[in-house]
């Protein structure tokens, strides 16, 4: 029998109720900031210092944050279900990481790695990074940067993503305003035979385009729905 194959992909939104803020809307990091000043290649080149200020206190921050009950539902649907699952993640959080999920894509790269320009190795790193870090690969000064994908760069595991998107039976998008791509547009790559199922608080940018959208909080509807197709 051929087990039906989901692909799931989140946003900022599932990681809210740990204690990290979103994007976009009321406290959103966006809301006090231009992303040009701090999410841009040409931000780093001009101002590197900031750039590292910005990401060293998002680093430090996931010491003081867990995995809800998001994260875990669907870290439990993962080791469950039989046929092909595929995680995709705009999140540079490590919170599904630490959930437990395996088959799990950061597209948009991941706060706790350093990578080095010079040399092009990625490290885990933990702690703060500045230009006088030295990359433990090449010894070179001025030549890590955060793992992070910018506006401007291609996201991670683009060929990956793009072939589990057409074979998929169900797609299901959630805690993500649909502001930006190509995540946005994944609803539109999937195969004619998948189910599209949007899981937010709010409205997004693409709810139109989804078969079905409830609406809610993650740590209510993730668990719900989980325990509805196990099931
Ligand atoms: P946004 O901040 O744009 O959107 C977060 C979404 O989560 C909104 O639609 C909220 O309604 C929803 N939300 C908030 N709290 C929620 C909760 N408790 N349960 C369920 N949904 C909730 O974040 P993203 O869509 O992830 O990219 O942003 C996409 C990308 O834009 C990010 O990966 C980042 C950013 O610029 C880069 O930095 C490259």
Redesign the pocket.
């Known amino acids: 029998m051929v087990r039906p194959s989901i692909v799931i992909l ?5 990681s ?2 740990s204690g990290l ?5 009321n406290g ?3 809301e006090d900031r231009r ?1 040009e000043e701090v ?1 841009t290649p040409e931000a780093f080149a001009a101002d590197p210092d900031s750039v590292h200020r910005f990401y060293n206190l998002r680093r430090a921050q996931l010491r003081d944050v867990k995995p809800n009950a ?1 994260h875990h539902a669907l870290a439990e649907l993962e080791r469950a279900w039989k046929g092909p699952f595929l995680l995709i ?4 959080d490590d919170l599904h990481d630490r959930a437990g999920s395996q088959r799990l894509l950061h ?3 991941e706060l706790r790695k350093a990578r080095c320009l010079r040399c092009g190795a990625i490290h885990p790193w933990d702690g703060a990074l500045d230009q006088a870090t030295p990359c433990p690969s090449c010894h070179q000064r001025s030549s890590l940067r955060p793992h ?4 401007g ?1 291609m ?1 991670l595991d683009m060929e990956r993503i793009e072939l589990a998107l057409y074979l998929c039976d169900l797609f299901v998008s ?7 791509y190509p ?2 547009g994944f609803v539109q790559q999937v195969g004619a035979q998948a189910h599209t199922l949007e ?7 693409t709810t139109s385009l989804f078969h079905e959208s409830r609406r ?7 668990p719900a729905w989980v325990q509805e197709i196990s099931g």
């Open positions: 989140t946003g900022a939104g599932i809210a109720e803020s979103t994007f976009r809307g959103g990091l966006w992303v999410a998001a993640t705009q999140n540079v597209m948009h790269g992070i994908v910018w506006f760069e996201p959630i805690g993500t305003s649909g502001n930006v995540a946005a899981l937010n608080l709010d409205a997004s940018q809610g909080k993650a740590t209510d509807l993730v």
